[in-house]
């Protein structure tokens, strides 16, 4: 147990899918066989199941780079997960995407000081796992699913006064979330494999924006290759 996790040892699986929504933890599992709740402090809602035989788990993060890493780095130092994968929704940057589209991170930027204050001031630049991020490209494909890979911009800040957006968006970045650089930093940390995948919620430029009801609803193709990808990598 830590301060966060109340799970016991072995209770946690390998690969353990991460949404911010603790609500969301909870629609994932029960979408797992034999669901088990592992996880209740500060009703951050953690779960263990199965899917298509193979053992995998659930944890809800909270919102934003700090809150995630509290989660992230517990999982990997005290349970010994090897895989994360980030299950969230995030704000397109480039007008060829469209409410509802589904986005492999391949890399992450950020305005967050958190890297530059591990590092003494380096620029470390953080990425997905290869395996995973090409295993995510191959389920979308078994499902027919049209997905997006490319990197993205995990803010600090989610009411914004200023259009930073838009100088990461001249170079390609496809998408404004707020977690995915620490994942794959702390990943990276610890020798063990992450992936954000992300539904878009919003769109930037213009405000439009998925209803509550609809996020949860539109992110059935995300945790669909979430989970495919979670029992391929750990059968």
């Not at 209770?11 to 209740?40: E, F, H, K, Y």
């Not at 911009?153 to 009411?159: H, K, P, R």
């Amino acid at each position: 147990m830590t301060v966060h996790l109340e799970a016991k040892p072995g209770d946690i699986a390998d690969t353990v899918l991460l949404p911010g929504d603790p609500l969301r933890a909870q629609a994932i599992a029960d979408r797992l066989d034999d669901a088990s709740c592992t996880n209740r402090v500060r009703g951050m809602l953690g779960f263990t199941g199965t899917f298509e035989g193979v053992r995998v788990s659930v944890q809800g993060t909270g919102m934003g780079l700090p809150s995630l890493s509290i989660y992230a780095h517990e999982l990997m130092v005290d349970y010994g997960v090897k895989r994360l994968i980030r299950v969230g929704t995030c704000g397109a940057m480039q007008p060829h995407l469209a409410l509802g589209d589904v986005i492999l991170a391949m890399t992450a930027s950020t305005d967050s000081n958190l890297n530059r204050r591990q590092l003494d001031g380096l620029d470390f630049a953080p990425c997905a796992s290869f395996a995973l991020l090409q295993a995510a490209v191959a389920a979308a494909a078994a499902l027919g699913l049209t997905v997006h890979v490319g990197g993205v911009f995990s803010s600090d800040v989610f009411y914004d006064d200023t259009e930073a957006w838009k100088r990461l968006a001249a170079y390609g970045t496809l998408v404004e979330e707020m977690e995915t650089s620490a994942l794959y930093s702390l990943a990276a940390k610890h020798g063990a494999e992450a992936l954000a995948i992300l539904t878009v919620s919003d769109l930037i430029a213009t405000g439009e924006a998925l209803s509550s009801a609809d996020r949860e609803q539109r992110c059935t193709a995300m945790i669909d290759v979430a989970l495919k990808v979670a029992a391929g990598a750990a059968s």
